[in-house]
């Protein structure tokens, strides 16, 4: 039945009359879950979860492991080796901070290809050389879209650089690997999880799209492209339908084509739709920006354009440095790759780590995703933590042919407790019911706020590794993996893992 204001008003009127008082109904609180006394209790719980018959045609893997003790309260499967989806960010964070440490910053040289004269003309290019830095990104810091570009027009500013006759070129030879990692599906390529590997990023490759309904039934749709110089062009197959109509956008860009084409419809007097289109050859889109950023500062350019492996680079020894532009320091961006499981600045940063391995006498043609692959197994190999149970293609997970077991990342998940920045590795992580992809996982259950860990999720598989406090303090890692399970509906399968997640926060056994 639906309840308007009028009766309220009469139901509280009645009660005046009879001299009742009436209160607001108060939603019955959920009866607090009785924590898990002993091990043999966790362990038969979690053993029955895992072994119902729902996944008889799906792959778990589970080890649960104690930090304080160093013993193994259960594990299932642990040597299985199934895909981690996103929790390979686990592996490249770690590496990272190994490799780099904490504070490590990225620099981007910005050269002259002759000397700036003394009437402050440039006769020649000025060059962007890229390393990969995946923090020029407005979006995220909700900064107007030129912004980024402001620290590269201070540096050419004094410089002395008042004309520049030559081309702004953005220069992303640095990385020799395809625009996509590998074992990428075709299908990532058209969403902005699966934007282009670049040297030069900007705004994490992608553009925003604003989509409103017409004016009139039939009409077409409105499309807003947000950001400027991106070279794409809109093709708008929406229409307008009848208020209360469906609403459906879809966009497709055809990998290496700059046409984007939007699809659907949306109900006239509807809200708006936002969506997204990835950007082909970013450093293009780069030196767009550049060459307006800099007219607008009132340094007159002659073109731009962007270059990539295997392009030659545009750099020679003669080549003069003007100075050069600083990222943010690790710390700082490790937690958006991991609470927000960014892609692209996951293999970024795989990418740039694969780049400081390369050598005078490494072939040319050896590929930035392999020199970043043979160091992460040298790392782990290094530190005793099972690299033969790990087969990776890149850093993001967004490849189905990267496998790991749940064994060899909770190794992980240990020596990373110890390391030196173990801190700034484990507040990068999501918390349950707080923030990144966990904000809205666990909520009201006594995971709330004490599972610290990275998801992963592909079409057949999720996964959920981290540390939780159980309720007497002892400190424990775990990694939960699940493949190949088709969910019932209405019921993720993240709930499955969430559960022991749960079971974990609630166990109370001895420290």
Not at 127 to 143: A, E, F, H, T
Not at 170 to 178: G, H, I, K, L, P
Not at 283 to 298: D, N, P, T
């Amino acid at each position: 039945m639906k309840t308007s204001r009028g009766l309220v008003g009469y139901f509280a009127t009645v009660g005046l009359l009879l001299g009742l008082t009436l209160r607001a109904a108060v939603p019955p609180q959920p009866t607090p879950l009785p924590p898990v006394a002993s091990l043999a209790e966790l362990q038969a719980k979690i053993e029955e979860h895992v072994t119902q018959p729902k996944f008889a045609g799906a792959a778990w893997g589970v080890k649960i492991v104690s930090l304080d003790t160093g013993r193994t309260l259960y594990e299932h499967a642990a040597n299985r080796r199934l895909s981690p989806a996103s929790n390979s960010k686990l592996y490249t964070g770690a590496f990272a901070l190994d490799q780099l440490g904490a504070d490590y910053r990225m620099r981007t040289p910005i050269l002259a290809s002759v000397a700036v004269d003394g009437a402050g003309e440039l006769k020649g290019n000025l060059i962007v050389s890229g390393r990969g830095d995946p923090s020029w990104d407005p979006r995220r810091l909700k900064q107007d879209f030129m912004t980024v570009l402001a620290p590269f027009v201070a540096v050419v500013k004094k410089a002395g650089v008042r004309r520049i006759a030559g081309d702004v070129v953005a220069d992303a030879t640095y990385f020799r690997s395809t625009p996509q990692g590998g074992g990428w599906t075709a299908d990532d390529m058209n969403d902005y999880y699966g934007a282009e590997i670049s040297a030069i990023t900007f705004d994490d490759n992608y553009v925003d799209l604003r989509v409103v309904p017409g004016a009139a039934v039939g009409a077409p749709c409105v499309i807003e492209m947000a950001q400027l110089y991106s070279g794409l062009t809109l093709e708008n197959r929406t229409r307008t339908v009848g208020a209360g109509g469906a609403r459906s956008i879809s966009v497709l860009r055809v990998p290496g084509e700059t046409t984007v084409q939007v699809f659907g419809e949306l109900p006239l007097g509807g809200k708006e739709e936002l969506t997204e289109a990835t950007v082909p050859r970013p450093a293009r889109w780069f030196a767009a920006g550049l060459k307006a950023a800099l007219e607008r500062a009132g340094i007159a350019v002659g073109g731009a354009r962007g270059v990539r492996w295997p392009e030659a680079s545009p750099t020679a020894a003669g080549d003069v440095k003007l100075g050069e532009v600083v990222s943010t320091p690790l710390r700082e961006f490790l937690p958006v790759m991991m609470k927000q499981s960014q892609n692209l600045q996951a293999d970024l940063i795989f990418a740039h780590l694969g780049e400081s391995r390369r050598v005078p006498t490494t072939p040319a043609w050896t590929r930035t995703e392999d020199l970043a692959v043979a160091g992460l197994k040298e790392f782990l190999g290094r530190h005793a933590l099972r690299p033969e149970d790990v087969i990776f293609d890149e850093g993001s997970g967004l490849s189905r042919n990267n496998l790991t077991t749940a064994a060899a990342t909770v190794a992980l998940l240990q020596f990373m407790a110890t390391h030196r920045d173990a801190a700034v590795f484990a507040d990068s992580l999501p918390v349950a019911g707080v923030d990144g992809t966990l904000r809205r996982r666990m909520k009201g259950t006594p995971a709330e706020g004490k599972i610290h860990a990275k998801t992963g999720t592909l079409r057949w598989a999720t996964a959920l590794s981290g540390y939780v406090n159980s309720t007497s303090g002892e400190r424990l890692a775990f990694s939960l993996m699940l493949n190949r399970y088709q969910a019932a509906p209405k019921r993720a399968a993240s709930q499955e893992l969430d559960e022991i997640a749960a079971l974990l926060a609630r166990y109370s056994g001895p420290k």
